[in-house]
């Protein structure tokens, strides 16, 4: 128990007040929200294929799909209505590239939020030390940035068309047995869309924060006035002193002319004396 007190009074958890390190973990809890929901769905529609044959009829044919959504390869069972005889169809479609892809930049966002935020935390000295750590952090904050908005516009893309490609209308068009107007086909259950809805909007929002922590990650970098640039060692500027430090020069002030020594110091004459008049004082007298 010690130990773990001793660990955390390490870390410098001031950190995650200031806007760099309290979006960070933001950025962390949204990218578990948006792989989560995208990665771990699964889905289900039913048509109903009602046959002049009642024998032959199945009101109920449960079509099962998931993650990765590569549809060409879900496959059902619906009669042919002319006796027992069953076809096997599959759905139309593969759009597993898009939805791993954003899965993918899901994970490593999370991970590299995770990371960053450790460091943030417990190493602070290290993250400033020849601003190598603020440097980094930028370059993957604008490159994360700019993959959640491609991998989410083209996940929304492929959502759109998994919709259709599930929709019940859709695939009755594919049974053979719907194509004759004596059989009735129907939909029985739609698949529900609230979870792939959400993982949308969460990647979207992690382009938000992403995009929004370039300036609070700028701020940590040389280039910007207010950054580490004036704390090259990760401290505290020194409080400048009242002298003046001159080039070959030791704190005094060297001038030239009457009544200054050419050392620097102020030179007291011992005699007052003037060009073409009396060398001293006692000889006026």
């Known amino acids: 128990m010690d130990t773990a007190n001793q660990f955390v009074s390490v870390g410098t958890f001031q950190v995650l007040k200031l806007p760099l390190g309290f979006i960070r973990v933001l950025e962390w809890l949204f990218a ?10 699964s889905g289900q529609l039913r048509v109903s294929v009602d046959c002049i044959e009642k024998t032959s009829s199945n009101l109920s044919i449960p079509i099962d799909f998931s993650y990765p959504f590569r549809l060409h390869q879900v496959s059902f069972e619906a009669p042919l209505c002319d ?11 593969d759009y597993s590239s898009s939805a791993e892809f954003f899965v993918t930049i899901a994970v490593f966002a999370f991970l590299y939020s995770l990371g960053a935020t450790i460091v943030y ?10 601003n190598r750590g603020p440097f980094i952090d930028f370059v993957v904050t604008v490159v994360f940035s700019f993959l959640w908005l491609v991998s989410s516009s083209a996940w929304a893309k492929a ?16 049974i053979s047995a719907c194509k004759v107007q ?3 086909c129907g939909s029985v259950l739609g698949p529900r869309w609230s979870g792939l809805n959400t993982s949308v909007v969460f990647g979207f929002l992690n382009f938000v924060l992403w995009a929004g922590n370039i300036w609070f990650v700028f701020k940590e970098t040389g280039w910007h006035k207010g950054g580490t640039a004036r704390y090259p060692g990760g401290g505290a500027p020194e409080k400048q002193t009242g002298t003046f430090n001159q080039p070959n ?13 050419a050392q620097g110091d102020l030179g007291q004459p011992t005699e007052y004396s003037q060009v073409g008049g009396p060398t001293s004082y006692s000889n006026q007298m």
Request: aromatic letters at 14%.
């Open 83 to 93: 006796g027992s005889r069953e076809e096997r169809l599959f759905l139309i479609g």
């Open 159 to 174: 959502l759109s068309d998994v919709k259709v490609a599930t929709d019940p209308d859709e695939v009755q068009q594919l």
């Open 182 to 184: 004596t059989n009735k």
């Open 249 to 261: 020069n030791q704190g005094s002030f060297d001038q030239s002319g009457p009544g200054y020594s």
């Open 121 to 130: 935390i417990f190493f602070q000295n290290k993250y400033r030390e020849n």
């Open 32 to 41: 578990i929200f948006a792989f989560a929901t995208c990665g771990g769905y």
